[in-house]
């Protein structure tokens, strides 16, 4: 079954020199349990594909289907609907809300163990796994995340990618953005973009083996 489909996505934002067209013709679509890696440099198109499939931005012609439910026409309450049960989001920056605590970050106790810290005294990596266990909260159809290490040293760095190893043994589908062949390692297929287009694409076995993955794992 496939969690997501692009058709014919095409993204142009308009500026005072001139219009920049971001996609110009996407066409992709995702398997369930993929963990799918779109590098590119910057500029390619990457985080502005990811943000249409997450339903924070609309393309200028096409169509992302998630889960079977097509975005085009859903109103800013459908698409908060459709995110709340299918989608979860990790960012470069870790998003978190320092006026809360990791508990009140991640909504969901049973993640995280002494979670009345606040996200402030966390190093960047568990910084960054309690912003995966946030978009994981709600147990999404697709993962998806931008840059995920962008922020972290390489110990930290190390650490995300063996959570996002697990995650996919475990059964979750994962859509991951990066420029860093590195962070790429561990996804099944990797998207190759530029100038607002794909390249090309390569299938890889990580030979994995399938572990389940505890929820104090994220902790």
């Known amino acids: 079954m496939n969690v997501m489909e692009a058709h014919g996505l095409r993204k142009t934002y308009e500026a005072e020199a001139a219009p920049v067209r971001a996609l110009r013709g996407v066409d992709m679509a995702m398997d369930q349990g993929e963990f799918v890696a779109i590098m590119g440099p910057s500029g390619c198109g990457k985080s502005t594909l990811l943000n249409l499939v997450a339903g924070l931005d609309v393309p200028s012609e096409g169509e992302v289907v998630v889960a079977g439910e097509p975005l085009t026409g859903m109103d800013e309450s459908a698409l908060a609907r459709m995110r709340r049960r299918h989608i ?12 809360m605590s990791v508990l009140e970050n991640v ?9 009345k810290s606040a996200p402030g005294v966390l190093s960047g990596g568990q ?4 912003a995966i266990a946030r978009a994981l909260a ?3 159809t ?12 390489s110990e930290g760095g ?6 996002f190893r697990r995650l996919h043994a475990g059964g979750q589908s994962i859509l991951l953005v990066t420029h860093d062949e590195a962070v790429a390692a561990p996804a099944t297929r990797v998207v190759r973009m530029r100038d607002g287009r794909i390249l090309d694409e390569e299938v890889r076995s990580t030979g994995e083996a399938s572990t ?8």
């Not at 697709?142 to 040293?153: F, K, V």
């Open 142 to 153: 697709l993962l998806l995340a931008d840059e995920p290490t962008g922020a972290l040293d």
């Open 107 to 115: 909504t969901l106790p049973a993640i995280i163990a002494g979670a």
């Open 158 to 163: 190390r650490e995300v990618l063996e959570l």
């Open 212 to 219: 389940e993955l505890n929820a104090t794992t994220l902790a």
């Open 88 to 99: 979860g989001i990790v960012f470069q920056f870790f998003n978190l809300l320092e006026g």
């Open 138 to 140: 709600n147990a999404p």
């Open 127 to 130: 910084r960054q796994r309690l």
